[in-house]
Structures are given as C-alpha cells and as structure tokens.
C-alpha cells in the first residue's frame, strides 16, 4: 500500500522525526520497503506553475500550437507544444512550465531516462521550455495531455512546493488488514506513541428520504453477507474529481476516473471499506416488483457475466453475487458488472458498503484471476461496523 504522508497528516500528526518512524514501525508488522519523494527532482528555479495566456496556432504545422505562459513577476515564455489539451484561444489555465536547464523524465525512451531541456527550434520557431504531463514529472504514467493544475496554484511558485510529497510504500504482515488504509495506520503509529490522532470532522448532511424508497435490498446468504448497506446520490454530474483528490489517488498507485469512480477509491484508501457505485438507473426490479432492487445471493449452475474489464466471466456454482431483479450485476467484493457501471449519463447512484466473508472472496478472486484493492482487503478481513459510516462518507464527497 503506498502512504502519502500529506494525505496522512490528515489522520495522525507526527510526533516524531520521519527517520524514527521508519525505524519503529517494523516492531508494529508494517514494513516500509521504499520511501519516495515526490518532487525531490525538481529543479526549484526551472520547474514552476505557469498560467497559459494566450495559445495561437503554429505557422508550420498544422498538429502544433504556440502558448504563451506567465510564470510570475510579470515574466512571460512561448512554447511549443502537440498536446490535445492545449487549444487555440485557450488562457488562464495553470500548468507546470519547465524552464531550459530543468531536467525531466524521458517520455519518448522507452527504457526511461531523463533529460535536460536545451533551447530548440521546433518546425522554425523558437522554444525555451516546456509544458510537462505527468509522465514528464514522473507523477504517473500519464502522458495524453499537459497536466492541469488547480485554479489557484500561483504562477511562478516551485512546482514541488505544489505537488511534492513523500510517499511510503508499505508491505504489511497479514494480520494487521486494518492498517490497509490510512486510519488504521494513522491509529498504529499512535498506539507507538509516535503520533497523535487527529480529530477528524466527517459530517454528513442527508436528505431527501431514506435510500431504501429508491431501492430495495435482499441478503439471500446472510453466512456470506453479513451486512449490505447503501446510500443513494441523486442529481449527479459526472465528470472530473476534485484536483487534490485526483493528485492523492495518484500517488497512491490508483488512476483518477471520474468524480463518482474516485471517491469510492478515495474512500477505500481512508477507511479501508471497499466501496462500489452503481448506476441506480441501470439496475432492474424483479417480475413484478415495483422498483430496483439488490440481491446478495451465490451464482446458480451456468451463470455467467460481463465485468468492468469487459470480459465475460463463466461462473463457478456458489459464487457470491450482487444482483438486480434479472441477474448478476457485481461478482461480490471483487469486481462490478459492465451492465451497471457509472457513465458519463450517469445521474442517480448507489453506493455499495458491505461486509462479505474472507474465503468466498479469496476464492472467486483467484479463480477468476481477478485481483483487486477490493478483494485484497476482504480477503483480509474487512468488519461489517464500518460499513454505513463508509458509505455515508463518500455520498458527503459526491455531494460536495
């Protein structure tokens, strides 16, 4: 599990130096195998927030664009840039702006590497810089476009004071599946005395009548579910997460999908409850019913279903289901269906928090070769109190 520990500070304010608590966590079963510092490359002087000003086309190829960039002091450099999200007419955007002398990440290497930017001539006009993607800052592997930065990063601060962070990289020993989150790791390290935790306010504000007039919900095996909670959001407008929660998850290893997507694995990260978001409008009532429903049951002989991954997936008898009223929309506590996934036309969802048993899970993950957070951390032990408070937690963040 990899740890930010600006996302951490959230949980647990260190009591001690960062090098004591590498020493002292082990005693606690929590190995840290790398610690790594996000922004520590960055050249302070030459790798900065700019603001786009103005973007023209390039006289000389169609596929290119001219940005002008400010980067404070009333100081201003044009680029050459392909990226798709950089359009003609585009201004007041923040990106990170590398300076010549700044050294990179190799994009184009396919080994990696870095390099040093010199000045260039690009198709006969001059460049002095650059905008980097992500790759680029070595953030993620992302390199479609130009990272965007929020609205009021300040143009010519040091981009690491932005974004730089350090991020551990733990390995834990099995019994302790409560530190597969940023709580239970928050509350080891206190127990260490190497901390104190921080008193969190997580209200929620609720409305619009109980969730079970939206949908309702049946256990048919309750020895493999011990509790199925859900919380409907309605009125949602699908699009990016907010940028910190996007640049968290990041560094936490998960890729950033959409506002709905994010805040289940946000979540996750914090609580350690696996959460899953399902379009309420794509879920079906049973013949005859009067609405949506949930059923918790195992597969019948011959039952088969499509994934998110888009594969379909030939069921073995006895495996723990979610359901609607016509059939498996979730392999429990693994993956989701591709029937009832969040879309952009998305605008009503239900969220998912439950507690299924260890062994069923561990099962259909290897059988199905389907690893995932989720099945990780059921397959360790995942505890029915915490459900509700999960679910409640990231419809606040959906509302927000």
Known sequence: MRVPLSWLSEFVTLRVPLEELLERLPAAGIEVEEVECVGLDWDRERVLVGEITAVRRHPNADRLTLATVAYGAGRTIEVVTGAPNITVGMSGVKVPLALVGARLIDAYAPEGGTITLKPSKIRGVKSEGMVCSEKELGISGEHTGIMVLPDDAVPGTSLADLLGDTVLHVELTPNLAHCLSLAGIAREIAAMGCGDL????????????????????????????????????????????????????????????????????????????????????????????????????????????????????????????????????????????????????????????????????RVTAIGQKLPSEASLRFGRGVPAAGCAAAARRAAELMRR
């Open 198 to 361: 921080v008193e969190r306010d997580d209200a929620v504000v609720e409305g619009g009548g109980e969730a079970s007039a939206a949908i309702a919900v049946r256990i048919d095996d309750p020895e493999l579910c011990n509790r199925y909670c859900g919380a409907v959001v309605e009125r949602v407008a699908i699009g990016p997460a907010p940028f910190v929660m996007r640049h968290r998850l990041r560094l936490a290893g998960i890729r950033p999908i959409n506002n709905v997507v994010d805040v289940t694995n946000y979540v996750m990260w914090e609580t350690g409850q696996p959460l899953h978001a399902f379009d309420l409008d794509r879920l079906r009532g049973e013949q005859g019913g009067a609405g949506p429903v949930i059923v918790v049951r195992r597969s019948h002989e011959g039952e088969a279903m499509t994934t998110l991954d888009g594969a379909r997936r030939d069921l073995k008898t006895g495996t723990l289901l979610i359901c609607d009223g016509a059939g498996p929309v979730a392999l429990a506590g693994v993956m989701g269906g591709l029937h009832s996934e969040v879309t952009d036309a998305t605008t009503r969802v239900l969220i998912e928090a439950a507690q299924f048993d260890r062994t069923s899970i």
